[in-house]
């Protein structure tokens, strides 16, 4: 039932910084926990950060220090600051019900190039 829609993805320079959007829409996500994952072509999709319900995140060793999950529960969105970004960050972005069977959104490209 549920609605996810990513957003703000687009081209950056290395160490520039992007905050992407993840709007969800046809039910409130306030009591899911939430999910960022990457995917470049050929690769496997990989994931980035996570955000519980109460606001307790984790994120992978290569994403500490750099990307920061949050959620806003009263616009029903997440978010994904990225900053000190690197060319192999490149990837579509996609947000995601972290929760058994959760739907995924469409994603968003993220290009770090000069």
């Known amino acids: 039932q549920v609605q996810l829609v990513e957003s703000g993805g687009g081209l950056v320079q290395p160490g520039g910084s992007l905050r992407l959007s993840c709007a969800a829409s046809?039910?409130?996500?306030?009591?899911?926990?939430m999910a960022w994952h990457r995917q470049a072509p050929g690769k496997q999709r990989e994931w980035v950060a996570s955000?519980?319900?109460?606001?307790?995140?984790n994120y992978p060793d290569s994403m500490k220090g750099r990307f920061t999950i949050s959620r806003d529960n009263a616009k029903n969105t997440v978010y994904l600051q990225m900053n000190s970004l690197k060319p192999e960050d490149t990837a579509v972005y996609y947000c995601?019900?972290?929760?058994?069977?959760?739907?995924w959104g469409q994603g968003t490209q993220v290009t770090v190039s000069s």
């Open positions: 046809g039910s409130s996500i306030s009591r899911y926990p």
């Open positions: 955000i519980t319900s109460s606001g307790s995140t």
């Open positions: 995601k019900n972290a929760q058994v069977g959760g739907s």
